[in-house]
């Protein structure tokens, strides 16, 4: 089938990337011509596994093309997905412009029925009012011409965007047209040959499973730090509390493991947006306010855990002379996505107080450099060894694998003194007791 997809970020460049491997021939427009030249030498604007090789393969093989020529893109395909951002509005709500944007293009240029596809993340409703803005635009071009607009939202995880492309666990399609869902079938046969994972339901549905998806698992998250705060008073250990819970099927493993707070480019701005859908019904979504307002407090742990250590004063913590080394900036491992991570709340703590920062993470180096460019109380480091130099503590922000044996000597050697503040339970506390580091982390007793 011939695909064209707008807006050539983390979503549709992957989908993109997964669709023309299966056969099909895809079209990606965006208007940054940097990303688009960019991606045409094989430079991927985001680190995701695997992408690369399968962008490179796929666009070599004439499966795989790149433009900013919008009218191309509309001859191109026969079903037209919109994947453009859609960034929490001042209020909260997601910001529709760009979607709304796509859909007017379509609008302006089709000579031929189109299925447009909703890949964006966008509130209940948006399907309608995709179909109005290209409506109005044939009404206006005095055309007759025919579509349909499906809701097809994604599930991907950052980290493992390609592998859950390749082996969705469900292929949500949200239509009332039976032609519609033909197509679709027809798209995603490739990705569901071993058992039906195509779950058809009405529009609004579909765009509401997306949310409800995205605001079940910040829940579990924010629900298991509510957890460890309480641990941490009680004198309980978190992580075997995770072990007792988790071992029920009807609870499970999954999205229960306690640390600074969750970030990224979904959770976040998916719990605000449907607070904000709800409360424009009329509704007040307490659990999920609940959800955000745990998450927005978690993500201050880590510092108030090095303001008990280090003694906050009648005129505050003053870190004056204090360097942290910081392991882990990107807001999970496996990305460099720092949109919403605990490291930058951290870091800016830090810096108020009057503390340097010396990172490292494997991948979101360059990223940090751009948010926050050249300052003197942030170096970023090579490797996570140098990162250690001269520093006064280590704080783990990320739980990147390659942080999970380190060499507990070399950490002593470099510090001058043997602290550790971790936000993801890397390390046993008894382990570290023993190898006498001061030890904080989630949920569990100080040692």
């Not at 030498?41 to 680190?47: L, V």
């Not at 029925?113 to 206006?140: C, E, F, M, R």
């Not at 510092?303 to 009648?314: C, L, Q, R, V």
């Amino acid at each position: 089938m011939k695909v064209t997809f707008y807006g050539i970020g983390y979503v549709g460049l992957v989908q993109a990337a997964v669709l023309a491997d299966a056969g099909h021939d895809v079209c990606c427009v965006d208007i940054d011509e940097t990303r688009i030249e960019n991606l045409k030498k094989g430079i991927i604007p985001i680190y995701e596994p695997g992408l690369t090789p399968l962008v490179e393969k796929n666009f070599a093989e004439g499966r795989l093309t790149f433009t900013t020529d919008a009218q191309f893109g509309v001859e191109f395909g026969e079903l037209q997905f919109i994947a453009v951002g859609t960034p929490p509005d001042e209020d909260g709500s997601a910001d529709l412009k760009y979607v709304l944007k796509v859909a007017e293009t379509i609008a302006t240029y089709m000579e031929s029925p189109k299925l447009i596809i909703d890949k964006s993340t966008v509130p209940v409703g948006t399907a309608d009012k995709v179909k109005a803005t290209i409506q109005s635009v044939l009404d206006s071009r005095k055309s007759d011409l025919t579509f349909s607009v499906v809701s097809n939202p994604e599930f991907l995880k950052e980290g493992a965007a390609v592998n859950d492309c390749k082996r969705p666990d469900r292929i949500i399609i949200g239509t009332d047209s039976a032609d519609a869902e033909e197509q679709m079938r027809e798209l995603y046969a490739p990705f569901n040959r071993n058992h039906e994972k195509i779950i058809v339901m009405d529009i609004k549905s579909a765009e509401l499973t997306k949310y409800a998806a995205n605001c079940m698992l910040a829940t579990k998250i924010s629900f298991m730090n509510e957890m460890a705060n309480i641990a941490e008073h009680v004198g309980a250990n978190i992580e075997h509390v995770r072990h007792g819970i988790g071992s029920d099927p009807r609870i499970g493993y999954q999205f229960i493991y306690p640390g600074c707070g969750y970030g990224g480019s979904c959770f976040p701005k998916d719990v605000q947006a449907l607070v904000r859908t709800a409360g424009n019904i009329g509704y007040e979504s307490k659990i999920l306010k609940a959800v955000e307002a745990v998450n927005y407090a978690q993500k201050n742990k880590l510092f108030e855990y090095i303001s008990k250590h280090y003694g906050t004063t009648e005129d505050g913590l003053d870190l004056s002379g204090k360097t942290f080394a910081l392991w882990g900036l990107s807001f999970k491992p496996n990305t460099d996505d720092m949109r919403d991570a605990p490291s930058r709340v951290l870091m800016e703590q830090l810096w108020k107080a009057g503390a340097k920062v010396q990172a490292y993470d494997p991948e979101a180096m360059n990223e940090t450099q751009r948010i926050y460019g050249t300052r003197s109380d942030l170096s970023l480091m090579g490797t996570k060894e140098s990162a250690l130099n001269g520093a006064d503590a280590l704080v783990i922000c990320t739980e990147w694998q390659n942080f999970k044996a380190p060499d507990f000597s070399l950490i002593k050697q470099q510090l001058s003194e043997a602290v550790i503040f971790d936000g993801r339970n890397l390390f046993e506390p008894e382990r570290l007791a023993k190898k006498s580091f001061r030890y904080y982390s989630i949920g569990r007793c100080s040692v």
